[in-house]
Nanobody, 120 residues
Framework: QVQLVESGGGLVQSGGSLRLSCAAS????????MAWYRQAPGEQRELVAG???????NYADSVKGRFTISRDKAKNTVSLQMNSLKPEDTAVYYC??????????????WGPGTQVTVSS
């Protein structure tokens, strides 16, 4: 079993910054990629940013230049620095990890999510 726990969400004014963190724990042998997704009310969950085991990153067009994803492989953590926040960034943000745990193949695990609200 693997647990992912997000932290750092909250309420911020437009133009402000927040930093989200996610820690993975449990029966982890190694982690391939990690990522942040978000889901706004009435919308589908979408990829915000991802980072591979080798450190390659990718971002949704809507957050490029404003958000930065990083990870600490030794600590099994991933962070998302969010700058110049806009009201349209309001959503529940979910951490995601592709993990080699007790199974013979990697499995995807999700955190419970953290609310980010950007006021105008």
């Amino acid at each position: 079993q693997v647990q992912l726990v997000e932290s750092g969400g909250g309420l911020v004014q437009s133009g402000g910054s927040l930093r989200l963190s996610c820690a993975a724990s449990g029966s982890i042998r190694s982690i391939n990629s990690m990522a942040w997704y978000r889901q706004a009310p009435g919308e589908q969950r979408e990829l915000v940013a991802g980072i591979t085991g080798g450190g390659t990153t990718n971002y949704a067009d809507s957050v490029k230049g404003r958000f930065t994803i990083s990870r600490d492989k030794a600590k099994n953590t991933v962070s998302l620095q969010m700058n110049s926040l806009k009201p349209e960034d309001t959503a529940v943000y979910y951490c995601n990890a592709d993990v080699y745990d007790t199974a013979s193949y990697p499995r995807v695990w999700w955190g419970p999510g953290t609310q980010v609200t950007v006021s105008s």
